[in-house]
């Protein structure tokens, strides 16, 4: 065997460590262009930023619909009653007193809508009704009959009694331009109104005519500090009385409020 002499085992491991450099090399530069690759790729900020902005600008209030919650007890009659009110938050109506609305809810195809309520959903709809009340209802039997009436209410405030019986239908009771309604647990409904000239009138369901009646109505005149009953003429009750008279009638009828549990209309 010749010997390998010192020289050529220097030559050698030159070579060796040539050839490991030249494969370093090759793997970083291999590196470096898979990540020129990566990096067009958006961050995951911008990922999560990016497809929300998108969806929040295709959404319109076009495509928004309301719609009604139905109890699970709620009677069918009343579910006619609660889907007009749907029909009428999503219809294109920011006015109640255009003649065609008007004329939908008198007798048209909403006519079990309370046309003060409708002025509080537009108002809910149109600007998400910031510090205003919701309108919510409840079932309650108030006329003792086992079947129950549908009681919605602006807020915690009753407006409005839906009533039914096979020979009449869906009836409602409610009076315009009055500052609220209280019904009581003896069944007498009170309405006061608003003013310096403040009425209270009081109803009571009567089974001979199926319907809520006015029983009496007193008033009080704030600025002359006179009391008044009697019937109405000229927008005024025709008949003086004195505070204690007022005082009594107003003990004959008012008992305890009832307490509901209010469910969202929408």
């Known amino acids: 065997m010749k010997k390998i002499t010192l020289s050529k085992i220097f030559i050698l491991k030159i070579t060796l460590l040539c050839i490991l ?46 719609q009604v919650y139905i109890c699970p007890d709620m009677p069918q009659p009343y579910i006619e009653v609660l889907k007009q009110y749907e029909q009428f938050m999503n219809a294109d109506v920011h006015d109640i007193n255009d003649e065609d609305v008007l004329a939908k809810l008198w007798g048209g195809e909403w006519k079990y809508l309370h046309n003060e309520l409708c002025a509080h ?39 409005v009694i839906y009533y039914y019986s096979d020979a009449n239908g869906i009836g409602m009771e409610c009076l315009t331009s009055y500052f609220g309604m209280t019904i009581y647990q003896n069944g007498i409904v009170e309405y006061v109104s608003a003013g310096m000239y403040s009425s209270t009138t009081y109803v009571q369901f009567q089974e001979d005519v199926d319907a809520w009646v006015v029983i009496d109505t007193i008033a009080v005149d704030l600025i002359e500090d006179a009391y008044y009953g009697g019937n109405w003429v000229n927008g005024y009750l025709d008949t003086e009385i004195t505070k204690e008279e007022y005082l009594r009638i107003q003990e004959k009828y008012v008992t305890e409020p009832m307490e509901f549990e209010w469910i969202p209309l929408f």
Request: include cysteine; charge should be negative; charged fraction near 25%.
């Open 21 to 66: 450099s030249l494969c370093a090399c090759a793997k970083v530069e291999k590196k470096e262009n898979i990540a020129q690759e990566i990096e067009p790729i958006s961050t995951p900020l911008a990922l999560s930023e990016a497809p929300k902005t998108e969806i929040f600008e295709d959404i319109s209030s076009e495509q928004m619909q309301w």
């Open 121 to 159: 959903l537009t108002s809910y709809r149109d600007n998400h009704w910031p510090n205003n009340r919701e309108i919510n209802y409840t079932l309650a039997d108030l006329t003792g009959d086992g079947f129950p009436e549908m009681i919605m209410a602006l807020g915690n405030t009753p407006d």
